[in-house]
C-alpha cells in the first residue's frame, strides 16, 4: 500500500507557495497540504513574542490533524525566530526557510547584496549570523515591507498592481548608501518570489533574484529519500485558520496551483 501521509507547508499566507512550486516539481505525486494562517497574518508585524508563541502551538494542532511526514515552514520570518522550538515540539523533519544569502554572496560581483524580507525578518540576529558567516566580504543593504507581502496576496487574488507600488518598495534597498550597487536581492520573505517579475520590471537596472525554494525543495527530496509515494498526484488541500473573503478570494489562484480544496482549521 503506499503512503499517503502528506508534506505541510506553512506560511501566514500565500507566500509559501513559492516553496511548494519547486517541490511540486521534484515529488509530482507527494500529497501536499498548504497551510495559511490567514488568523494571525501579517507575521511580518508581529512581535518575536508573537511568532514565537503561535507558531509552535499552531504547528502542533496541524501535524495532529493532518499527520503529515514532514513539515515545511515556508515562512522566513517564523523560521528565523521559531525553528527551533517548533523542532523541538515535533517528533517529525522540520524544514525551514532562511533568507539565501549564501547564494547570493555566491553569485555578487559587486559585493554588495540587497535583502528584503519582512521588518520582524530583517531585524533578527539570524540574518547577522548568515550575513557574517557567508557574506562576510559583502556590503549588506536590508529592508523590510510589509506593503510588498500585500501586493503578492492581492496579486494572488487577481487584483490589478500598480508598478510604481513595486519601485517604491526597490527604493527601501536602492535608496540608502551604496544601494546604487546591488546586483543580487535575497527575497527573504516567501511572498516576494510571487512578484519577482514586477519587482524585476521596476528595478532601476538588472539584478538578479534569489529565494530559497530550490534549496528547500532538494533538502525535501533528500529528507524523504526511499520513501513510497501514491503513483497519481492528488489534489491538494489549503487550509485557512480564518476563512472569510479575503481567502475565498484566493480559491482560483490556488487551485491554479494544485490546491482545489479549501477547509478551515
Ligand atoms: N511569507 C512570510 C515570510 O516569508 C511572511 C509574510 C507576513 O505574514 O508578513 O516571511
Redesign the pocket.
Known amino acids: 500500500m503506499s503512503d499517503a501521509r502528506p508534506i505541510l507547508f506553512f506560511?501566514?499566507?500565500v507566500?509559501g507557495l513559492s516553496i511548494a512550486g519547486p517541490a511540486r516539481a521534484v515529488l509530482p505525486t507527494a500529497p501536499f497540504v498548504y497551510v495559511a494562517d490567514s488568523a494571525g497574518?501579517?507575521?511580518?508585524?508581529k512581535t518575536e513574542a508573537e511568532i514565537a508563541g503561535r507558531v509552535p502551538a499552531l504547528l502542533g494542532r496541524l501535524a495532529e490533524r493532518y499527520r503529515p511526514r514532514l513539515i515545511v515552514i515556508a515562512?522566513?520570518?517564523a523560521s528565523t525566530i521559531a525553528l527551533p522550538a517548533v523542532r523541538a515540539a515535533l517528533d517529525l523533519p522540520v524544514v525551514g526557510?532562511v533568507p539565501a544569502i549564501k547564494p547570493a554572496a555566491a553569485m555578487s560581483r559587486t559585493r554588495t547584496i540587497g535583502v528584503l524580507?519582512?521588518r520582524a525578518?530583517v531585524r533578527q540576529a539570524y540574518v547577522d549570523d548568515l550575513a557574517a558567516k557567508f557574506a562576510g566580504d559583502c556590503r549588506v543593504i536590508r529592508h523590510g515591507s510589509?506593503e510588498l507581502?500585500e501586493l503578492a496576496e492581492a496579486k494572488l487574488r487577481g487584483e490589478m498592481l500598480a508598478p510604481e507600488s513595486f519601485a517604491a518598495v526597490l527604493d527601501g534597498l536602492f535608496g540608502q548608501d551604496g544601494g546604487e550597487q546591488i546586483d543580487v536581492i535575497v527575497n527573504a520573505?516567501?511572498?516576494f518570489p510571487l512578484v519577482e517579475a514586477e519587482l524585476a520590471a521596476a528595478a532601476p537596472r538588472p539584478v538578479a533574484f534569489v529565494d530559497g525554494g530550490p534549496g528547500i525543495a532538494r533538502r525535501i527530496a533528500f529528507l524523504t529519500e526511499g520513501q513510497d509515494w501514491p503513483t497519481h498526484p492528488g489534489e491538494g488541500v489549503a487550509v485557512f485558520t480564518r476563512l472569510g473573503e479575503r481567502e475565498q478570494a484566493l480559491a482560483p489562484g490556488l487551485a491554479a496551483r494544485g490546491f482545489a480544496r479549501i477547509e478551515a482549521l
Do not use: I, K, L, R
Open positions: 506560511d501566514s499566507g507566500g497574518f501579517p507575521y511580518g508585524e515562512c522566513n520570518t526557510t524580507g519582512t525578518t510589509a507581502v520573505c516567501t511572498h
